[in-house]
């Protein structure tokens, strides 16, 4: 069974950082693109970064581009998401997400695994 485990997130200041961790078992992760995804209270989970399997490619939403970093380590089945520069709306719960095997995106939703998610707050 497909297990992700968050970490890392937290209370941060407005222009701070956070790097949320991601570990993964119970499946071959280094063949899976992976994605990290958030949602704020009372609002619609939201994509915000992509990594293909080998790490070759990665995406991200408008909003993050340029302050967030995803990485991945696929000889410890870890994902990361190095937040810098943080904002009050980046406050949202962030999760970690699998694609499913046969997807060629790397780009919006459709997992068919993700974690528990953890808290990012950011107080302005």
């Known amino acids: 069974q497909a297990q992700l485990v968050e970490s890392g997130g937290g209370l941060a200041q407005y222009g701070g950082s956070l790097r949320l961790s991601c570990a993964a078992s119970?499946?071959?992760?280094?063949?899976?693109?992976m994605a990290w995804a958030r949602q704020a209270p009372g609002k619609a989970l939201e994509w915000v970064s992509g990594?293909?399997?080998?790490?070759?490619?990665?995406r991200y939403l408008d909003s993050v581009k340029g302050r967030f970093t995803i990485s991945r380590d696929n000889a410890k089945n870890m994902l990361y998401l190095q937040m810098n520069s943080l904002k009050p709306e980046d406050t949202a719960r962030y999760f970690c997400?699998?694609?499913?095997?046969?997807?060629?995106?790397?780009?919006?939703?459709?997992?068919?695994?993700w974690g528990q998610g953890t808290q990012v707050t950011v107080s302005s």
């Open positions: 997400t699998r694609y499913p095997l046969e997807a060629t995106r790397i780009v919006g939703l459709g997992y068919d695994y």
């Open positions: 119970g499946f071959t992760f280094s063949n899976y693109a």
């Open positions: 990594i293909r399997s080998d790490g070759s490619d990665t």
